[in-house]
């Protein structure tokens, strides 16, 4: 089976290259020990062929990750030759260019040996829990301020971990059981990876994946190929702002459509800035890739073969693709948005493809003592309103375009000793429209333990709301508050102890105008409290009895 | 004795199976109806009354009925349920419309979830508050709670209701409270709170399970009524039981027990799949089984490790992808833990983009089925392929109930398969048949990632009735060497409601950390949760010295979001340092390190408390009779290893225990059909199992 895959065989071969990862993936989350990972999924597990080209990526792996561990590993074997690694070498680094944007992420490759060759890396994305530094945030002026930038190096030698490394991060990190726990069950997982890709050869009786390698990623470009050309020829363009540090950032996304590829051009983006919310490349193309693939072959597994036909460029020194020693931390700010960058400049081209965009994903990182004495640090999420689509409603806090799940109530306050006092539906927050934008949600949080409170915040749409597409109106604004007073979206604040927070998160956009809904659903909606009697008479210029729920449309 | 017949009645999907058995002779007749969804009662009596009838039995001679019933599901499914009204914690309405606020599929923006079983309008808030810890933040405002359900009652007609409050599983006493008031002033209404059905931390995937077992109480309590009066009427003297999903192995109770708790009865067919699984399993000494079950529209696992099915907290009903976790409602009761093994007979299968085969998800159902049905299916199925490769007797399918035309699976698989990827028409088939056998040979391997098992060291149980074609492939991909096919393998599953014991199943979320768990608060407890359970055995007829008592806990080290379930043995002295010895013990036989520094945490407190095991003789099968076995000869395809072999063609009602037989071959009785690949060695056990050796 080494040069003529029968079609049957090939399919079976590719498959189960996909369920390795998935499986790692499910080991990763299961033995990790941070909030971010094992509730959240903040990770991803990547099979790449010897020449470093992504087979297979884990299925439900967050989508930041889609596609960069195959630029990580050129990183690696720039500094690490093939020639000179040996079995069981874990090669690391959390540098945000090389890696996945920012240091909070660990990055590792571990090269698979068959019969004395390599014949394959597996490499594995985690975000950690603490990096050291000022914390994870946006305000940070440089990177050297946001914590330890671990340079390419060996954190296992040919089986044998490298201390020195792992006292780096002991002497750094707040929370060193947890992240050294952590790195450890990433390690693990590459073991697996390792066990069961050698009895994949074993069982097709094969030596290298190279056929295997080549016949995946010519198909997968190929079906790429054949999308992309499906798509009308030409050049799209889509400009416009997205919350800033201080002021809005200007993103200019320019797609050209050329037969059979993809070009996407953010020229005319505004520069990097001094504050921790510059993107880089990596992250950049993880999201355009994201927002490609949605519109083109949204079912079909990840692999290098079909991101090939999709080029991404970013000037140098723009806010996405900004250069060291910027500070990154809250990149994903930025870089959440460019899928709806894509969307945008298609939205005329592909209306049935595309949907309005999203209140998206709001963190925030809470560091502070536990009552019971033991240290915490999380990331408090949640999600704003997704985007109402063509032919139905956006659902309500819903993350979008990236996807995390946020830790429930009841775990964040176990796990904090922090009082939650409420989680709601703010009614009026989907953007209006023929289908409506989902709702976005009030948190409120009160410091409940005996010690201060270390917030950072990172927050978008505050400023600039979600869209809506064909008269379909934009969502609400996020507003985040602290004892009642508005906070600056990516500043850090202390709350002592009987503070509160609150954050009010953003909800989607309307697609169509929203005098077109069925009175049917507005009724249901106002029944339902996700649109107020108020905004059916003004918006949808319906007026509705509260007794007897009878309708008349108004001008 | 002399009432010495049970009955055990499984509706399914397509078929309600009817199992007749005598405790004293060993006697055993099956029947085989068509379910009737819109009352399926019709179908459970149509089945018993042909099954007594044919034997010539009456109703007084049986003492028991065991019923599993996907009622329940179907309800789900369908939206069929109450009307729910939900009674929850001020500031926390929209739990149910937020989810987990994630995607189960990240690249797909026109994703749908499914609505909220409760809408918002039929919600209300009250004044009460919960601290993690169980402390009590804000007193319940039992003025709000009888305000709210008037107001449900009177303007919305609600006749059932859901009390679901944060951090319940920590202080039941608020949920038990507003459960009393209700019960008091609205005696008409059913009511559930999320405490009794299902005490764990995660608010969404409580508040999820409280509203589904709300919203199908009455339908059961009006099904259990009409089940009653049938069996009534028909003379029945005996007990009705119902089977449960929860605990180690499904277990039984008795209907006032199950009125309460419906989204118990959920998938109770496939569990007791397993259940039997795991009983043959026992008595023939295999130790470690993998139950693989596949039937017409679906194929389901079970890990069996040490005669215990592996157990989940959580599964998931009515999802809109069926192979996509997180696109169904969550449900969090312990089960046993069942895998969607990917697909069944029925399952479409087409050339993907990628051009290469895709079997599944969408099946072809028993209507119009496979395209060898005759019943108007074109599309090319399992089914199908497995017919064209020889496997399947188009005369003796269901016994010969259902004529299969071998000409249309042919031109099916051709269209579907051999024209696009170019393939001759067998290779074709068997691509089929590797593929859909990969698929499920996947689902294991994923699921043993998870949970640290070597499945290689474990026999597959095959059943069901297309499981026994499969079984030696699935097991050769999980480089497992044995493969045991039990007698009457299609309708199996209906025999496992008949072994099942009574049995109650029950856990608590306490969390604490291990250094806090004393000996006596090991006891405070867990003596009255297992106190109250034994008293409920002991008025359903169970004599206390056969009552067994097996206590687990879910610790974790602190930190972590999974917990690892360790079995606490009987009479150990639970004192911290044991469990933590415990602990460990598990934690590096499932991941092969342990970490020193951190802090271990209990997180629940369950227990199982079960009457003895029923048995059923396997030693002695009804329909078996002395004779040739041999049928005759058949070409079947195995490959491009083995090419087309003949195959001895063998009746299963003719072997007797001991003997053997040479692959390739076939054996065919009326509900499966099994197949021996060459090179393979096959005996018959003293059970009547056939006993596959691949190595």
């Not at chain 2, 509203?211 to 259990?224: E, F, H, K, S, W």
Request: charged share 25%; glycine share 10%.
């Amino acid at each position: 089976m080494t040069s003529d895959y029968d079609p049957i065989t090939l399919g079976i071969a590719w498959d189960k290259l996909i369920s390795i990862v998935d499986e790692a993936f499910s080991v990763l989350t299961h033995i990790s020990f941070s909030t971010v990972l094992r509730e959240t999924f903040d990770c991803s597990c990547t099979i790449l062929d010897a020449k470093g080209r992504s087979l297979a990526e884990a299925t439900n792996a967050v989508p930041s990750f889609l596609g960069t561990m195959k630029y990580t590993v050129q990183h690696f074997l720039a500094k690490f030759p093939p020639s000179e690694l040996m079995p069981r070498d874990v090669i690391t680094t959390t540098d945000p260019w090389m890696g996945t944007g920012h240091l909070y992420d660990i990055n590792m490759a571990m090269p698979i040996f068959y019969k004395d060759d390599i014949v394959a890396y597996v490499g594995i994305i985690a975000h950690l829990s603490d990096m050291g530094g000022s914390r994870l945030g946006g305000s940070s002026r440089d990177i050297y301020e946001e914590g330890l930038r671990i340079p390419v190096c060996k954190l296992v030698d040919n089986g044998k971990v490298n201390e020195l490394v792992m006292d780096f991060l002991r002497f750094n990190v707040r929370t060193p059981e947890h992240v050294i726990a952590d790195i450890n069950s990433e390690v693990a997982t590459a073991l697996y990876c390792e066990r069961r890709l050698i009895e994949t050869m074993e069982e097709f009786h094969i030596d290298d994946f190279s056929y295997l390698a080549d016949t995946i990623i010519e198909r997968s470009e190929n079906i790429m190929r054949n999308a992309i050309s499906k798509i009308p020829q030409g050049e799209y363009r889509f400009t416009n702002y997205v919350d800033g540090f201080d002021k809005p950032v200007k993103i200019a996304c320019r797609m050209s459509v050329e037969e059979d590829r993809i070009d996407v051009d953010y020229s005319g983006t505004d520069p990097e800035v001094d504050r921790g919310i510059n993107c880089p490349l990596n992250y950049t193309r993880a999201f355009t890739h994201l927002g490609v693939k949605s519109v083109t072959v949204p079912e079909l597994p990840n692999n290098t073969g079909f991101v090939s036909p999709i080029s991404v460029h970013a000037p140098e020194g723009s806010i996405l693709n900004p250069q060291p020693p910027r500070a990154t931390g809250s990149r994903a700010r930025i870089g959440h948005h460019l899928p709806q960058f894509i969307w945008g400049a298609l939205v005329d081209v592909l209306p049935e493809k595309v949907v309005a965009e999203h209140g998206m994903h709001n963190s925030v990182n809470l560091a502070g003592r536990h009552i019971d004495g033991t240290p915490f640090g999380i990331l408090l999420m949640s999600e704003g309103g997704f985007g109402a689509r063509p032919h139905d409603d956006g659902p309500h806090t819903t993350a979008a375009p990236t996807n995390l799940s946020p830790a429930p109530v009841e775990v964040v306050e176990g796990d904090t000793s922090l009082f939650i006092e409420r989680k709601k539906l703010i009614p009026d927050s989907g953007g209006a429209g023929r289908f409506r934008g989902g709702c976005g949600q009030e948190i409120q949080i009160r410091n409940t333990t005996n010690d201060r409170l270390h917030c950072g915040l990172m927050v978008t749409r505050g400023t600039i709301p979600a869209r809506g597409y064909q008269g379909g109106l934009s969502g609400s604004r996020r507003e985040v508050l602290i004892n009642g007073k508005p906070a600056h979206p990516f500043e850090r604040y202390v709350l002592e102890p009987g503070d509160e927070i609150t954050i009010r998160d953003a909800g989607g956009g309307g697609f169509g105008q929203p005098g077109k809904r069925t009175i049917v659903k507005l009724v249901e909606d106002v029944r339902n409290g996700f649109v107020s009697f108020r905004a059916a008479e003004e918006t949808y210029g319906v007026r509705i009895d509260p007794d007897t729920w009878k309708t008349t449309r108004v001008e | 004795m002399n009432i010495p017949y049970a009955i055990g009645v499984d509706v399914g999907g397509t078929f309600t199976d009817c199992v007749l058995y005598n405790d004293q002779t060993a006697d055993m007749r099956i029947k085989k109806v068509l379910s009737t969804p819109w009352d399926s009662s019709i179908g459970v009596f149509e089945g018993i009354d042909r099954l007594l009838g044919a034997s010539n039995i009456s109703m007084k001679q049986v003492s028991r009925v065991i019923h599993g019933t996907t009622l329940v599901a179907n309800a789900v499914i369908e939206r069929k349920g109450a009307r729910v009204g939900m009674i929850t914690t001020n500031g926390f309405a929209n739990v149910l419309d937020m989810r987990r606020e994630w995607r189960y599929d990240n690249y797909d923006f026109h994703i749908k979830f499914p609505e909220p079983i409760v809408p918002r309008y039929l919600r209300r808030e009250v004044d009460e508050r919960i601290g993690y810890d169980g402390t009590v933040l804000a007193p319940l405002n039992k003025q709000q709670v009888f305000d709210a359900v008037k107001e449900l009652v009177d303007d919305e007609r609600v006749e059932s209701i859901a009390i679901c409050f944060l951090h319940s599983y920590a202080y039941p006493e608020h949920e038990r409270a507003a459960k009393k008031l209700i019960e008091s002033e609205f005696p008409h209404l059913y009511v559930t709170t999320s405490s009794e059905i299902a005490p764990y931390i995660r608010e969404y995937e409580r508040f999820c399970t409280t509203v589904i077992n709300a919203y199908t109480l009455p339908i059961i309590d009006r099904y259990l009524d009409k089940m009653k009066k049938g069996l009534a009427e028909r003379g029945f003297g005996g007990e009705l039981f119902l089977f449960l999903i929860t605990s180690c192995s499904g277990g039984l109770v008795k209907p006032e027990v199950a009125r309460a708790l419906p989204v118990l009865l959920l998938e109770s067919g496939p569990v007791a799949g397993a259940r039997i699984a795991s009983y043959i399993g026992k008595r023939r000494e295999s130790r470690s089984v993998l139950s693989f079950d596949m039937g017409g529209t679906t194929a389901k696992g079970c890990v069996i490790k040490d005669n215990q099915a592996e157990r989940a907290l959580e599964f998931e009903v009515a999802r809109i992808h069926r192979f996509k976790a997180g696109s169904g409602y969550p449900v969090t009761v312990p089960s046993i833990r069942l895998m969607e093994m990917g697909a069944g007979g029925g399952s479409i299968v087409k050339v993907d983009a990628r051009g290469v085969l895709q079997v599944g998800p969408e099946s072809a159902g028993a209507e119009p089925g496979p395209a060898c049905y005759s019943l108007g299916g074109g599309e090319a199925t399992v089914t199908d392929a497995d017919l064209v490769l020889g496997y399947l007797n188009p005369d003796y399918f269901l016994g010969g109930q259902l004529q299969l035309d071998p000409k249309k699976a042919e031109k099916a698989v051709q269209e579907a398969v051999a024209d696009p990827l170019n393939l001759p028409l067998e290779k074709a088939a068997y691509g089929i048949f590797e593929t859909v056998n990969q698929n499920m040979s996947q689902a294991f391997r994923i699921h043993a990632a998870e949970t640290g098992v070597d499945i290689r060291l474990f026999d597959v149980f095959g059943f069901g009735g297309a499981g026994p074609v499969h079984a030696w492939k699935v097991a050769a991909d999980l480089y497992s060497s044995r493969v045991v096919v039990p007698f009457e393998a299609g309708i199996v599953s209906a025999m496992g409601l008949l072994v099942t014991p009574l049995s109650f199943e029950f856990a608590r979320t306490k969390r604490m950390n291990l250094e806090e768990l004393t000996s006596d608060r090991f006891r405070e407890v867990y003596d009255p949760i297992v106190g109250e359970r034994i008293k409920l055995l002991e008025a359903a007829g169970v004599m206390s010295e056969e009552i067994e008592v097996s206590k687990t806990l879910d610790m974790r080290y602190r930190g972590q979001g999974f917990n690892i379930e360790v079995k606490v043995p009987k009479d150990f002295d639970p004192q911290p340092q044991h469990l933590r010895e415990l602990f460990e013990r598990e934690y590096e036989r499932l991941y092969t390190l342990t970490a020193k520094d951190i802090p271990i945490e209990v997180y629940n407190f369950k227990v199982l408390v079960s009457g003895p095991e029923f048995e059923v003789m396997l030693s002695k099968r009804t329909g078996v009779q002395p004779g040739d076995p041999v049928k005759g000869v058949r070409e079947a395809y195995f490959g491009d290893e083995f090419g087309h072999l003949d195959c001895t063609v063998y009746d299963r009602y003719r072997f007797q225990p001991g003997s053997s037989i040479e692959g390739p071959s076939i054996i065919e009785e009326v509900t499966s059909t099994c197949v021996i690949p060459p090179h393979a060695k096959a005996t018959v056990d003293e059970f009547y199992n056939v006993v596959i050796s691949l190595r």
